[in-house]
T-cell receptor, first 114, second 111 residues
Framework: NAGVTQTPKFQVLKTGQSMTLQCAQD?????MSWYRQDPGMGLRLIHY???????DQGEVPNGYNVSRSTTEDFPLRLLSAAPSQTSVYFC?????????????FGDGTRLSIL | QKEVEQDPGPLSVPEGAIVSLNCTYS??????FMWYRQYSRKGPELLMY????GNKEDGRFTAQVDKSSKYISLFIRDSQPSDSATYLC???????????FGTGTRLQVFP
């Protein structure tokens, strides 16, 4: 049982480039979400999904897109990378019931935008 | 005012000490309270989960919620070097679509 798997673990991009951060879970969780973690800011919600085909914006959605075509996968797309998007990105999933349920996190993608 | 406030530390204690980690929150509607532990270069992992007020104990860890003061605590007894990590509190309510995290407190337990 792998839990939540994120790829890649590290990435360096140039300003203006686009890329997709991958997230997959094998726990059949309905709820999935993306957070970014910055020093002194804690974890901030970017986008979330309550099930396949359904996504919504979190606290800091600008510059990011998501889609949820299957229960297992929830990729995060950076449309045109900016230095302000340098961060550590975490994907999380939880059982049905919404965001009052414990989250299972992946080990993160460390992204640097030059 | 932030919805949840947490002292960032760092907190450095000797092995065997009792550690107290705390968060305050602003909205009395919050009912779900969690503590996550995050080791360096790893994702957060759930440590304790409580609903509403009261205490919950799990081994060396005790989570305490005081809704009247809007204050939550995590106590670690007989702290070990392996407890060295960042501890994040997280809160939510039944009518919200998100979990709100504190900024985390970095704890170091030295032998």
């Amino acid at each position: 049982n792998a839990g939540v798997t994120q790829t890649p673990k590290f990435q360096v991009l140039k300003t203006g480039q686009s890329m997709t951060l991958q997230c997959a879970q094998d726990m059949n969780h309905e709820y999935m979400s993306w957070y970014r973690q910055d020093p002194g800011m804690g974890l901030r919600l970017i986008h979330y999904s309550v099930g396949a085909g359904i996504t919504d914006q979190g606290e800091v959605p600008n510059g990011y897109n998501v889609s949820r075509s299957t229960t297992e996968d929830f990729p995060l797309r950076l449309l045109s990378a900016a230095p302000s998007q340098t961060s550590v990105y975490f994907c999380a999933s939880s059982y049905s019931g919404g965001y009052n349920q414990p989250q299972h996190f992946g080990d993160g993608t460390r992204l640097s935008i030059l | 005012q932030k919805e949840v406030e947490q002292d960032p530390g760092p907190l450095s204690v000797p092995e065997g000490a009792i550690v107290s980690l705390n968060c305050t929150y602003s909205n009395s509607a919050f009912q779900y309270f969690m503590w996550y532990r995050q080791y360096s270069r790893k994702g957060p992992e759930l440590l304790m989960y409580t609903y509403s007020s009261g205490n919950k104990e799990d081994g060396r860890f005790t989570a305490q919620v005081d809704k009247s003061s809007k204050y939550i605590s995590l106590f670690i007894r007989d702290s070990q070097p392996s407890d060295s990590a960042t501890y994040l509190c997280a809160i939510s309510s039944y009518n919200t679509d998100k979990l709100i995290f504190g900024t985390g407190t970095r704890l170091q337990v030295f032998p």
